[in-house]
């Protein structure tokens, strides 16, 4: 199930986004909590079965477009699909609002769009 995120996940949400090799350093990982917290144009959610094991981030450009720019699964449960059910579960819950995008690090999981 995809669920928003909020403060009290920080610690979980900062976990998972240093499994992304762009993410590793503790300063960049603040800065894009403090992005994502801050910023009306970006929006993070978390995968949570019965516990939380991934997340995926987003950002709403000026053309309706939501383009995923994080997406991090615990690594015991990777290639378990669980990439793809966020951003099909994206997909069910925005794409009447907006065109589902990725960017250069994430278009091994969701279609490219021109930006």
């Not at 951003?87 to 021109?114: G, H, M, P, R, W």
Request: proline fraction near 2%; charged fraction near 30%; hydrophobic fraction near 35%.
């Amino acid at each position: 199930m995809l669920i928003k995120y909020k403060k009290s996940f920080e610690k979980i949400a900062m976990g998972l986004l240093s499994f992304m090799p762009e993410e590793k350093e503790v300063k960049k990982l603040q800065s894009t909590i403090k992005e994502y917290e801050t910023n009306e144009h970006w929006r993070l959610f978390l995968w949570k079965e019965e516990d939380i094991l991934g997340l995926i981030g987003v950002r709403i450009d000026e053309d309706q477009k939501m383009i995923v720019q994080h997406i991090s699964v615990t690594p015991s449960h990777r290639n378990q699909g669980i990439g793809k059910k966020m951003v099909s579960a994206l997909k069910d819950q925005f794409s009447n609002d907006y065109l589902i995008c990725a960017n250069e690090k994430t278009e091994n999981f969701v279609s490219q769009c021109d930006e």
